[in-house]
């Protein structure tokens, strides 16, 4: 009979704030849950004259594109977090390590640690010699996108699909909060997102749009960015509150491959509407129409648009079905508790 898991250190950089999430749910599952913020463990001689000679010798094309000349050294980006998150573990004793990729950290020196490996892919490239690397010495390894599972298992890695999901207790409707902006868009500048926010632009002008890179790059009109644009980031409950504020949030990840990111779960969570462009996997967990609304070009962007801007009932309701959907199968909860039945699976 395994033991169940008391004690679980979760591994992530601080953005996004995955491990933050998960340890919350986590703890609210009752199990201690520590975290290891990869940025926290940098070196100082890495971040300060590491990175810079590494900068000048790309710059100069002494080297390829990537290469980190200091990538042995024990003070570099590799090793340096290593030996840290060894010690952590060391001195916390979990059961399970959680390292969610984000930038993987060599568990090479966890080797004759007790604790379950466990690695988590949420990232957009399925490349094999990437996942091969960051996949290396888990005893099991989850992904968010089921292409990613089958590439892992494929090449005989233990592999399971594990989605992202809201946190219900960051994310969630604010009583009394007025809907008092036409659209919010959250997200870094692409080309395809100019065009989405140029065409919802013609429909209303009332946008507040966060992300960064749209200064530099956006072909929107100067004016129109002045207007529309709001910052560069937004997290945490700022965020919630826009989500909250908004009629309709809209999306746009059409060059997205695999899987579903966590802006699908986190909008509805705050019983907002979404307005969303296709994306892999999307109809297996949500109905066009039901739980959120999507669009296939740029007309149908603007007709649905301007259709949730002008029926709130219709747009309520779709916002609602939306929100229960994700209370009910999408939290962080909910992948906490699949991450802990295929561990005792396994064990089994």
């Known amino acids: 009979m395994p033991q169940p898991i008391s004690r679980i250190l979760i591994a992530h950089p601080r953005f996004p704030p995955l491990a933050e999430d998960y340890a919350d749910a986590f703890a609210h599952a009752g199990i201690d ?13 890495q971040r300060y004259v590491f990175r810079r000679i590494n900068k000048l010798a790309r710059a100069l094309r002494l080297v390829s594109r990537g290469t980190d000349l200091f990538r ?3 003070w570099g980006d590799v090793k340096y977090p290593a030996s840290q998150l060894a010690a952590a573990v060391a001195d916390y ?3 399970v390590v959680l390292c969610i990729h984000g930038k993987p950290v060599d568990i090479g ?8 490996k466990v690695g988590w892919w949420v990232e957009q490239n399925d490349s094999w010699p990437v996942l091969e690397a960051a996949s290396r010495r888990f005893d099991v390894y989850a992904a968010f996108s089921r292409d990613i599972v089958d590439a892992l298992a494929a090449h005989q890695r233990a592999s399971f699909h594990l989605m992202h999901g809201a946190n219900v207790r960051q994310h969630h409707p604010l009583e009394g909060c007025a ?17 989405i926010v140029a065409q919802a632009f013609q429909v209303t002008e009332d946008i507040a749009l966060y992300g960064h890179s749209w200064l530099k790059k956006s072909r929107l009109p100067p004016k129109v960015l002045r207007k529309i644009h709001k910052g560069d980031y937004i997290l945490g409950a700022e965020l919630n509150a826009l989500y909250n504020r908004a009629r309709v949030v809209l999306n746009a990840d059409r060059t997205v491959r695999l899987g579903l990111n966590m802006r699908y779960f986190e909008v509805l969570a705050t019983r907002a509407c979404l307005l969303t462009d296709e994306a892999v996997e999307l109809g297996e967990h949500f109905t066009d129409g039901d739980h959120l609304c999507v669009y296939r070009d740029h007309a149908q962007l603007q007709q649905r648009l301007r259709w949730l801007l002008e029926h709130v009932d219709e747009r309520e309701r779709i916002a609602e079905r939306g929100y ?6 999408h939290s962080c909860d909910h992948r906490v508790q699949a991450l802990l039945a295929e561990l005792a699976t ?3």
């Not at 849950?33 to 001689?45: E, G, P, Q």
């Not at 020196?109 to 379950?116: D, E, F, G, N, V």
């Not at 229960?324 to 199968?329: D, F, G, M």
């Open 72 to 74: 042995r050294h024990r």
């Open 346 to 348: 396994r064990a089994g």
């Open 33 to 45: 849950a520590r975290t290891f913020i990869v940025d926290d463990h940098v070196h100082w001689v």
């Open 109 to 116: 020196p966890l080797r004759a640690a007790p604790a379950l």
């Open 324 to 329: 229960r959907e994700v209370l009910l199968h």
């Open 93 to 95: 004793a979990p059961d």
């Open 179 to 195: 809907k008092e902006v036409d659209v919010a868009f959250v997200g870094a500048w692409s080309a395809w997102r100019d065009e």
